[in-house]
Every structure is written in C-alpha cells, then in structure tokens.
C-alpha cells in the first residue's frame, strides 16, 4: 500500500473510506502473518482508525494508544505504509508507538493503563501554553482494569483540562475482560435500563468530570465519523469519554473464532520449542493436586503463561485479576500470611508494576510467595518496553529474596518441585521457549549450582540460564578447538544465595560470567562485589547500559553483549 | 497504663469505654511527644479502635491497617499497653504493623492502599479453608486515591468473598486530599439530595459489589459500637464499606489546628538542622521565575517535600496527584514530551511505586523530568516500609538515567540549578537534613567527581552523599592521627555516569566505598564492577542484605554496615 496523506484520506468518499479499511486489513494480516505481531487487536480498530485520522488533524492533535499494540493501521495512515512490511524487524517499524521513528507517535507506550495519564499530561502542558489542539487517549477495556487508569481519572477535573476517551471495548485482554468494572461496561451495553438512569443521573464518569458518549459499533466507519465529529465540538466544552464496541479479531475468521489464541502471533524467527509455560502448567497442576495450598494468581494472560488447564481443574484456587500487578502482589503475599502457597505468574516485564508489592508485602514479611518470571530476558520483537531484562537488576538486592535461575524445561520443574515446599520469597525466571536440554543432574538445593563441565585451565564460565549455559558450552567448545584445553563451565542456577563454598573453590580461577539480564546490578556484577576486595578477575558478559529495540533474538542478545565471539576473544586473553 | 485483655474490654460501661479512649489519647500523646511518630492521625481513631475491639474479637477476626500509622491505640488494646513507651525505639514497639510482633498484627502495613488487597488475599483464604471469621480494612479517605484500591474493589464480586472496609474519611492525607473521589466521598457526607439517590440506586461503591452504609460520626464510641454491631451481622451475608467521619488529631488542639504539620512528628533523635527540602523549594520557586517550563509534581505530601511556597506561588505549574506515585511519573513523562520541566519529588520509600514509570514512561522516553528523592537513605524510626535504602539499586541499570548524590545542602543547590537545563532524565537523592557543610567546589558538571581531601597512602574512600562524606572523613582523620597519612577521600556526586577519568586515574590505590544505601545493586557494586576485570580491590561500606527495622538512624547506620570503627580497621590492614 502506498503512503496516503491526511488531505487524501479527508478527501475520500465513505466507500472509497470503507475499501480503505479493506486494504488496510489486508496489509496488516499479511505483515502480521510474515513479521509476527498483534493480530486480533489490530484488525478491531481499522474503522475506528480511519474514522479518527478523518475527523482529527494529527499530528497537531495526539492521539496515545494504551498498551499500543493496536497502532498498525495508524502508523500505515501516517505515512508509514512503504515502510510497513519491516515491522518488528530490526532497523524496521516498531510494532508499538514511537516518538523517535515518526511525529505522528506522541507517546511511547507497551504496558496498559497510562494512556489517560500521559493524555492528562500532555493536556495540562498544551493549556500552559495556550495551544489549542485535542488530545486523544485509546484505551481498550481490558486496560481499564488498572488501577493507573482510575488514578488519573480522580485527577481529570483537578486538572482542569480536556481530554478525549475512547473505549474500545471488545471484552477482552488478552484474556478474557474480568471485574466489576467490565461488568458496568457490559451493563452500559446490553441493559437499556441503565442506560436510562445513565442519561439521567451522574454514573461513575461523571463523577470523574467526564461526559459519557455510548454504545457505538466501532467498526462502523461512517458512523464513527458522525460521532467522532459530534465529540470534537463537545471537546471544546469538557472532558468526553466514548464508548465504543469493536470486535477483537475483526474480518479475519480465526481471529474472531480465538482472539486469545490470535493476540500475539509468533515471528518465524523465535527461537526454541517446548515452552517452559507449559511445563508450569503441568508442573503445577501435578503439585496442586496433593497440596491443596497452592493457589495460582495471573494478570491477564492465564493461557500464555501455561496455566488455563490449572485453572480449569482448580477454579477456587485460580485468581486472575485482570491486569493489575500491584494487586496480584498483595494479595499473593495475604493468602501466604494464611498458610497458603500462591504462585504469581508473570511476564519479566509486567512485574515492574509489581515492585512495591514485591519489597514490602511479600519480601519484608517473608512469605512464600513464588514468582513464576516468564518472558524474561530478551524476548524480541517487541522491542524497548517488552524485554524482560532489568528483573534479575530490581530483585537481586531485595532481602529474603530466592532467585532461581534454570538451565531447561527438566531443571525448571525441578525448582518447581523444590518450591513446593520452600518457606520464603522465591522468584524463578525463565525465557519463552526452551531450545536444548542439558541433562546433567537436576538435583536442586537452595545456593546450590552445577559442574555442567570440568575445565583444564585457570578460568570458569559462570554462567546464569539456559541462554547463558548455551553460550558458555559453545565458547568452550570453541577453546577447546583452538587451545586445545577448556575452561570450566558452571550452571549457576541461584542468583541468590550465591554458591559461597563454589566460589570459594574458584580462588585460582579467572571468573567469566554470562547472563540474559542487564549487567548493572544482574548476576555478574554480584559476583565482582564478592570478589571485589581479593585480586581475582571476573569479566561480565551481560547487556550494555541501553535498551534494548526490537529486533531477533538472537542478533539482539549478540549485539548487545552475549556475542560468542567476544566471550571467546576475551578468553583467550587469559590463557 | 496496663495491658487491657479483649474480656476486660468488652465488659466495660459506656462511661468506661469514653474514659478509656481518655486514657489512650495520655498515652499516645505522652509516647509521641517522647518518641516522635504519626500523632494526629492515631488520635483521630481512638474511638473507632476501642469500639472495633469491643464489637469484634481480635486476633481471630483480623483487621489491616491501611498504611498502618494509626495502629497506636489498637496496638495499645492488644496487650501491648506496657511496651508502649518502647514505641519506635529499637527494639522497641514498631510504630506500624508487625506481625513478628503480636498475633494481632495480621498484615505488615507502610504504603498506602495495600489494605483492601490484603483483606480481600486473607478473606479468600479464610473460605477455602472453611474458616469463619471477620476480614476488617481500615483505610483513610487520602489512600482511597491510589489505583491499589480500584483494582481491589474490580475483583472484589469475582473473588465471592466478604470483608468489611471502614472508610476512615477525616479529608486528609498528609496534606489534604485532592480528586474526585474525594469530592464524592464529600457528597456523600453533605448533601442530603445524594444520599437519598444513593440509598435509591447502586451508587460507584454497589458497582464493586459493596454495601454503602454511611456517614457515622467515628469519634462517638457509643455510636460506632452500634453501627459497628449492625454491621457485624450484614458481613454474613456480603461485603460492607462502612464511611465514617473521624477528626485527624481529635483531642489535642494543636492537631486539630494544623493536622498537616503534626502528621508526623520528629523524634528528638533526628540529625541534621537545615532539611533539603527547604532547599528544593527555595531554589525551585526562584528558578521557576526565569524558567515558564518547570512544574512541580507530588504525591500528597507538597509541605514536608518542601513545595507549599512552589504551590502558592505558581499554581497553575503546581500538581499534587493525591497518593498516586504511578500516575505522577507518568504525567511528568508525558509534560516533558511537550516541552515542559517536571520536577517529581516524592520520598525514597514512595518512590518504589513509580518504577515502571520510572523506566518505560520517564527513562526509555529519554525526558528531562527530574526526580528529587527525599528521606533517602536510613530514615529511621519509621522502620522496614520507610527506610530509602533502596532506590540507588533500583535506579542504577536503567539506561539514560542519570544520578545525583549531593554532598551537603550548597551542593543540592548547585545540582538543582544544574538540572534546570539538564536534557534528559534525572534523579538527586538525599536524606531528610543536613548536618553539616563540606565547602569545596559545587561546580556541578555531568560525571564529575570532587576530590575532598587528597591522600597520601594508597587508599582512596570513594564517598556517595552527605552520610557517606562525613565517615569517610571521619575515618581518615582517625587513620591519620593512628598512621600518621591518610587515604584520598572523594566525593562521588554522580553515581551514574560515573566519573571514569578519576576512576582511571585511581588505578594504583585501593578503593574503599561508603554508600547509604544497599550493598546489592549500589553504587559499590557499579565501582567493583567497573573494576572487576583488573586486580584491583574494591572494599564495599553499605548495607548488610537484611531490612533495616526502626531506631535511631546513627545506630541503624553503624549496625547495618556503615561503621566508622569498621571502616577505619578496615583501611589499616591495607596500610
């Protein structure tokens, strides 16, 4: 497809407008099907899109998009269709918004729930400057679940400022919309009773100094034009939220038939096969059934953390909240205080909402709380907002705090059996996908690490992971080959407590470490601070002090500090 | 007074229940006033605790304090009247929740809106264990802001389960609270119109599955003892909010007049004379009046950050979100995409909140928001939740970020106008008040460090803020006087970037570093880093992997790691 210009598209007529949204399904599955990415999300919003780009003038007015995993027909309209088939892949278009690849992206989002914050914002700073331009947060209905959105909903009218809302809902997060919130929506839609009252008498909106605008077909192009239109003059007396439904998945039949199955669709680049989600689910749904104190808690993503069939088998003990991680926390850390034994599954990067509850409620009070870190590491074409690799940085100096680390899928529901029955914080971090198994033995005692391999000479490979581990053997190997002698290689299976009496033994040895994780504040750098005031060495390989774009896997971890090369170079400076 | 058992209690006379609260009014006035801690808001629930305990029976009913500072007179009640003196010494009573310290502690509180998370975590458990008791959250109208709450209440429905929340509505939160919700809570109180419609219709808290039942006055023991009775037999059969109207330092007319000031009062055993904050809030307004672009944002406490002449003097620049640390690093973010300044102060401990902010919204963004951390460091008698021993560890690893560390108040000064034209994300973190002034060279320069006292040994004291400066010096006074030379000692402003001319420049000393912050993850750990691959040493002076409970900041300091007696023997063996 080719660039179309504001003035163009404001030009067309509503057929030339409906064949519009045609081309843009079009291109969008077909990058989405090539490049991997957000399906379902993306084809709900095309009429919605095309109608906002018609009856607004970005980029003078902006528009932030929650979460941002549905702004591909918006980049495609913003003279960035000829570049659209690089989405998410390196040097490509992110497949989020970005302030750095076009003006048309006024606010980098990746996690849900901050539109309205960043709208306010960027609202309250046009009004000090006397400009005049609207401000248009997107946000779907599985983001107004969290607790950021209510947070800048109390402040709207002490901000006296104005600000567009629109909700898209299509009763879905990535799983299924939970809560009294979804539920009011789900009221707002189908009862006509209370629409009645609605338009009568102050609702929760209006307490919040918004005008309620609702329930339209968001796929309807023409109307979401009329309506748009007709907000865009009440914009200039108040605040409007509009509410607007969208079928998740829109014109393509496998997505509307499984939207949770089509929300993210793998790039043909990812690495691995079995998924340590799976063994999870497994894992945990076999240990569940002799210890009725287990409970598993999620944040809207039950299928792609492994845990639908434990939640199927064990509903009173399965607790999805929706999408919010601080509550998750707590309330994982109150069932604990009870003698139960709550996993809290989540991705590497959505446990960053999580942090307070970590430190206070689960650490200070030293709770058997085990935090399931799936995603960590890098994971790719997600890029900046999706890696998941600060976790091992903001857990490492929590106190209390286990941090299991494993090297497969066999040694991952090794630690799993172990925290059945361990009495504290435990957090275990995984990537998405399990590549290789490493055998050996998966014996797994708390501070305890591996020999994965004896070394002939003065250094040791400390290697943290099942990519690390990976990269350890391989440059080994590659010593191997070409000095003929090998260091050694440890599976370093605890970030915390470290393998003191290991590390003890290694005295002689020049340390080596590799890690999937940042190097400021990870494992390597634990190491340094406990050899820091003997002579020995320990070189850190680890990823440089910048984030991480989208990109593979691979060529990103290599890029960014886990090269083989370098590793193997700087080795050989050592024997 | 004496240890007051549950049977005593409920076996009191009206008249004896009204001249308890009295005597637990004496008391908390006395300890307070002899201890330091939160007095007005614990005088505001005397009542309220004494009918609480009388209607219901603690500890097998539980009850969570939100925030946890107006646990005094409950903690009193349960046999704790004796130690009370003790309150916020070491080893004495804690002045928040404690679990490890009586039985009727069921949930370690601190931050605010955990309460409603933490009742509804115990109650969820309570039924799967078929149990049978009473869930009770205490919250106060200023926690009723942060997002915690609203993700709670959105689960509360799915979650099938009952609990009581007392609302705790006395207008305040350390300053007073601001938004919405609290404009509806007023409502609620004063107009006579909404109640009618309320008690005609679901109202926002029905919406959640709660039954509104308000306004009560919480000062009248008699009253609450009934209502508190009424509403003991409706938990059977669902959960309750009950809204009562309480007087934030009921009783002590210097409260009542000012409850803003006499929140917290400072315990005799506070260092330091001139605080930071008066420094933030001096040059902040006189920077502002050259600078259109500066906003200040806080999170309910603008007085004791220091911003109230800010407030009244730019209003329209000024924005206290109410205790919503996420949504401020967020508005910040979102300023700064438009040009503006934000500065975001908040206290270390808060700061946690705002993490995810911090690295997607404010730092991956690359903006030029500045935080100012206050209470950094050890602040002493508030214990685990407060102390702001964190933030180096959780800030370091992001990447754009630069930080901070001001050496005494001139230097803080010296930062801030260095940050007026600073282009990208920063954070200056220090502790409550200044002790002393270094003099020396404030001529703040991105990564540059200060040599405060050159050595003429080969040790150099690497110094990280005004704590740390002040033993370093300390310890090479005493080396000298013992060895007759002394070590370098250096004021390591900056912790990111760090200054790797000087570092480099240091290659043929032995390194010593003095932090007030954790071991793990600080600035140590980046210096032992930086260095690991040489032979070089590194000795780390900061805090020992454990929370930090409350006490006497001096003694906290040297019990934890920072011991000048341990300093010193440490440097000797070197020399």
Redesign the interface.
Known sequence: MDNISGKELKAMSMEELENLCGRLRTQIIGSVMENGGHLSSNLGVVELTVALHYVFDFPKDKIIFDVGHQCYAHKILSVRADKFSSLRRRGGLSGFPK?SESEFD???T??AG?SI??????A???D??GENFNVIALIGDGSF???????????????KTNILIILNDNGMSISPT????H??LEALKNDVEERY?KNR?AG?FE???LEYDGVYNGNDVAAMISELKKVKEKLKDGSVILHVMTKKGKGYPLCEDDPEATHGIADSCSIGTTEYSEVLGEKLTELAASNDKI?AVTAAMTGSLGLSQFFEKYP??S?D??I?E??AA??????A????KPYYAVYSTFL??S???I???I???NLPVTICIDRAGVSGADG??HQGV?DL??L?????LTIAVPKDISEFAAMLEFSATYQGPLAIRYPRACSHEFGGNNDIEIGKWEISQKGDCSVAILACGERALTRALKSSGCIQESCGKAPAVINARFVKPLDYRMLEGLKESNIVTIEDN?????F???I??Y??????????FAYK???IEHGNVEELMDSYGLDVNEIVAYIKTLI
């Open positions: 302030r006024c606010y980098n990746g996690h901050t914050s960043a709208a306010l914002g960027i309250k700073a046009r000090l400057s679940n969290n607790g950021l959105v209510y947070e800048a909903f109390n402040s709207l009218k002490q901000l939970v809560g009294s919130m539920e009011y009252h008498r929760i307490r919040f100094g409970v009173d003990r607790i909240v929706g919010c601080e509550h707590v309330l994982c850390a109150a069932m205080t009870q003698g139960y960053q909402r942090f307070d509850g430190v206070l409620d650490c200070s009070q900046e907002t600060f940085s903001f490492t100096f929590i106190p209390n940042m190097l400021i504040g990870g390597g750098s634990m340094a601070s050899y820091s005031d003997s002579k020995r060495t320990v070189k850190i002090d910048k984030f």
